[in-house]
Structure formats: C-alpha cells, structure tokens
C-alpha cells in the first residue's frame, strides 16, 4: 500500500507560477521507490481527467503533455521521498484539481502515461486568474 498527499495547491495570476508536492508514503514505496513511477493528473470542472506530467522512478525519464510542455517540470527527490510539479507561465486552462499518482513498474527507467496508476492521491486545487 502506498499513500500520496498533495501539497502546493492555490491561487496563482496568469503567467505565474506555482509548485506542486506529492509526498509518498508505505512500507513498499520505501523499500521499492526507485521501482515505482510517479505522475501528474488533473481534473476540470466537466472535464474528463487528464494526463500532464510522468517521471520514472529513477527520475531519468520524463513524459508531459503538450499543453504543459516548455511550462511545466517534473521532478522526484527520492530521498524524500517526494515528487513535485513546477508549473511556470500558468494559463487560466491550468486551472483544475491535481493529482499525484504512483505505479510500481519495476524498471527505475520505466514511465507510463496512461491513466492506469494504482495509487492516487486525494487532489489539490489549483486555480488560475486571467
């Protein structure tokens, strides 16, 4: 079993920026964290939740949206066991909940982008002003 909270989430203007945690937890993340790939989701109002940011567990390889590509940046400190979401130049179409997900792939170079995660966290708000 594995827990995520999110943290970072608020208000921010258009063009601003923001920084998303995602602090992992469990017995199994601890001992198997290079193992596990951690990614980035997110949910409009209305919208179906969609894919932004992926890191493997050995934070080597990367995988993003395009929307959020050249803006955003993924990135994992393992011993923290933390995974952040910095997000620059924010658009009001930035603005949904995020969530943090973890999968136990195995390989540390391994990245999945689909939405087939097994451990997702509870969300953080992130609202963007124009």
């Known amino acids: 079993q594995v827990q995520l909270v999110e943290s970072g989430g608020g208000s921010a203007q258009a063009g601003g920026s923001l920084t998303l945690s995602c602090a992992a937890s469990?017995?199994?993340?601890?001992?198997?964290?290079?193992?596990?790939?951690m990614g980035w989701f997110r949910q409009a109002p209305g919208k179906e939740r969609e894919f932004v940011a992926v890191?493997?567990?050995?934070?080597?390889?990367?995988d993003y949206a395009d929307s959020v590509k050249g803006r955003f940046t993924i990135r994992r400190d393992n011993a923290k066991n933390t995974v952040y979401l910095l997000m620059n130049s924010l658009k009001p179409e930035d603005a949904a909940v995020y969530y943090c997900?973890?999968?136990?792939?195995?390989?540390?170079?391994?990245?999945?982008?689909?939405?087939?995660?097994?451990?997702w966290g509870q969300g953080t708000q992130v609202t963007v002003s124009s």
């Open positions: 997900a973890a999968d136990r792939v195995g390989g540390p170079d391994t990245i999945i982008v689909d939405g087939l995660f097994d451990y």
């Open positions: 469990g017995p199994d993340f601890s001992s198997w964290k290079t193992g596990y790939c």
């Open positions: 890191i493997s567990g050995s934070g080597r390889n990367t």
